[in-house]
T-cell receptor, first 113, second 111 residues
Framework: DAGVTQSPTHLIKTRGQHVTLRCSPI?????VSWYQQVLGQGPQFIFQ???????GRGNFPDRFSARQFPNYSSELNVNALLLGDSALYLC????????????FGEGSRLTVL | SQQGEEDPQALSIQEGENATMNCSYK?????LQWYRQNSGRGLVHLIL?????REKHSGRLRVTLDTSKKSSSLLITASRAADTASYFCATDGGANSKLTFGKGITLSVRP
């Protein structure tokens, strides 16, 4: 079975641009969460979506937004990119909305110049 | 903000030795999980221990939880070079899939 897939794997943007990151969860998983991992730090929670509804939001500015589609895939959008947005963006899926084991994708590494 | 804090920040051992990693957290939890990450790639779930459990085993892994001290430890026995990775503890205290991760421990296992 396919695991969590994310695209693109690497991308380079310049300040002020916007970016869209995509995630496909494991088949049957209805919850998708997004995490930001800055180099040398642990992942930080950005969003959780379950059954296409936002169930949680971390301490990130409104430049960050996300949505979940009827097929449970998800997009993370970041507008007006800053240098500090450079990070590994991780998507994780799980069966339900409550925390158990999370299954992570390989991440999208964003570099902002 | 980081809830968990792992200790030590870096650990270097010889293949075959045991590796012990510690994690402390600040608020009440539903469960505590340990994840492994190889070279900045995706995280892999290792083990989950619930707040009403004190010890759990999975293969070469043993995790303990002391809720009175708000701490957990992960023991990897008979370490292998392939265990070289970063290890993170993560706590769940809420009603959604939000996990709060620590900064991680870098484990190096020398062959």
């Amino acid at each position: 079975d396919a695991g969590v897939t994310q695209s693109p794997t690497h991308l380079i943007k310049t300040r002020g641009q916007h970016v869209t990151l995509r995630c496909s969860p494991i088949s049957g998983h209805k919850s998708v969460s997004w995490y930001q991992q800055v180099l040398g730090q642990g992942p930080q929670f950005i969003f959780q979506y379950y059954e296409k509804e936002e169930r949680g939001r971390g301490n990130f500015p409104d430049r960050f937004s996300a949505r979940q589609f009827p097929n449970y895939s998800s997009e993370l959008n970041v507008n007006a990119l800053l240098l500090g947005d450079s990070a590994l963006y991780l998507c994780a899926s799980s069966l339900g909305s409550f925390t158990g084991e999370l299954f992570f994708g390989e991440g999208s590494r964003l570099t902002v110049l | 903000s980081q809830q968990g804090e792992e200790d030590p920040q870096a650990l270097s051992i010889q293949e075959g030795e045991n590796a012990t990693m510690n994690c402390s957290y600040k608020t009440s939890i539903n469960n505590l999980q340990w994840y492994r990450q190889n070279s900045g790639r995706g995280l892999v779930h290792l083990i989950l221990i619930r707040s009403n459990e004190r010890e759990k085993h999975s293969g070469r892994l043993r995790v303990t939880l002391d809720t009175s001290k708000k701490s957990s430890s992960l023991l990897i026995t008979a370490s292998r070079a392939a265990d070289t990775a970063s290890y993170f503890c993560a706590t769940d205290g809420g009603a959604n899939s939000k996990l709060t991760f620590g900064k991680g421990i870098t484990l190096s296992v020398r062959p």
